[in-house]
């Protein structure tokens, strides 16, 4: 591969030298026009650390077993533990292992780790210096499981680290050394990124101290899946880089470096930063508390598709579909229904699902708020109390068997349906709806399933099976219809294109 490098790079340069209408003073000028980034790792290269964790060994433990050769257990357990979702196995006596006595510089050898005790390296990362009294940022994910956690200056000192908080939810965590008169960085505005402009990252991928990579912002808020939106880039990052940070062309902080998209587990091209703003307020409560306070409503949501939003006459596809209710809690309280689709919180719009939880968590528990929904072709405004989030909890559904379906021909929408007793009513916490007993057609290309509960028809509620057989058999096939299902605890908005009625 090498090789082929080389020859294609003196092709390249042949052709260049042949062409007779290239100036050098065209190529000088591309090449001032360049960014710099000397100034700029000058100035923040400091505030860089490199983290390293390590986990102790019991004796009846031993090794967990050994890495194909040339690995170091040290500097790839990150890789497998963060992007494959396994513990790395580890050798008992890797290039990486902690050694006693041998730390070097001023304050450090005193922390370093006993020969004699029995740790193995368990990950490596990067973090950055918040404050010069030792506050120290980086990624959940990198000091997760660690007994021991060691943070080293561009200096080679080297301290023992305590561990101030975590939070899972966007993977942020604080520690602190015992020094003083650190260098730090200095906090920028993520909301001031702009899509396209220079950025720097500088960690350990790999284990290797100060490294530093370039490119620019690819996108901002993107969406993937997590609790935050995240800055997207074309900064080679790869394990070993989290938690190190993004930078702008003024070396400001903007971001931490978090996760990369890959199919091979290293670097292809996108990467993506925790914005340093939603950071930092975790890393305030962190610092105050040990923990981070949310808000909740209580409420489980889903996304608001195209069909849906046209089935149900919303202008766009915005907002988030509510599709459960926790019984007694603040939206239940507050009139929130299954079906409703929150378009705003406090006045603030909710363009998209992900907006929602970030918008209630960020907003202190006890404090009222306005929540707006979307409800049979209106808005409504209701009042709501935040309430504090709480550790998730599994439940599961009262439910009782479903009757022996009562045979009917199937109508538009291919689905056959009955009454529900008021008492499985009562005890499903439902005011209405008719439980389908046969599904063909349209409601199985869609996957509607036999024992499914549905509560509404477009704008309409649907209180009996002969209501919704008189219903559904005026409707138009040539518009989509949105049906309210309910299956097990969730309800969603199902859109559905009917059939020719058959006569």
Known sequence: MTTFSVRKFLAAAVVAAC????????????AANLPDFTDLVDKVGPAVVNIRTTTRVTSSGGPRGALPPGMDDGDMSEFFRRFF?????????????PRGGDNGGSGGSQDGPDSNDPEQNSGVGSGFILSADGYVMTNAHVIDDADTIY??????????AKLIGVDDRTDVAVVKISAA??????????????????????????????????????????????????????????????????INMQGEVIGINSQIYSRTGGFMGISFAIPIDEAMRVADQLKASGKVVRGRIAVAIGEVTKDVADSLGLPK?????????????????????????????????????TDLP????DTKPGTKATITVWRKGQTRDLPVTIAEMQPDKTSKADQKKPQAPKQRATNALGLAVSDIPADQLRTLKLRNGV????????????????????????????????QFDELTAHLDSQKMVALLVRRGENTQFVPIRPRGVQK
């Open 435 to 466: 439980q389908i007993d046969a599904v063909d057609g349209p409601a199985a290309r869609v996957g509607l399933q036999k024992g499914d509960i549905i509560l509404r028809v477009g704008d309409t509620d649907i209180t009996s099976a002969k």
């Open 19 to 30: 062409l007779p209408f290239a100036p050098h003073t065209a190529s000088a000028a591309s």
């Open 85 to 97: 979702g396994i513990p790395m196995p580890q050798s008992p006596q890797s290039p990486g292992a």
């Open 358 to 361: 970030r918008m209630v968590g």
């Open 181 to 246: 008169n650190l260098p730090t960085i200095t906090i920028g505005d993520s909301n001031k990124v702009r899509v396209g402009e220079w950025v720097v990252a500088i960690g350990s991928p790999f284990g290797l101290e100060n490294t530093v990579t370039a490119g620019i912002v690819s996108a901002k808020g993107r969406d993937t899946g997590d609790y935050l939106p995240f800055i997207q880039t074309d900064v080679a990052v790869n394990p070993g880089n989290s938690g190190g940070p993004l």
């Open 317 to 353: 596809a915005q907002g988030a579909l509510v599709s459960s209710v926790e019984p007694g809690g603040p939206a239940d309280k507050a009139g929130v229904q299954p079906g409703d689709i929150i378009l705003k919180f406090n006045g603030h719009s909710v363009d998209t699902a």
């Open 151 to 160: 943070v080293t200056l561009t200096d080679k000192r080297e301290f023992k």
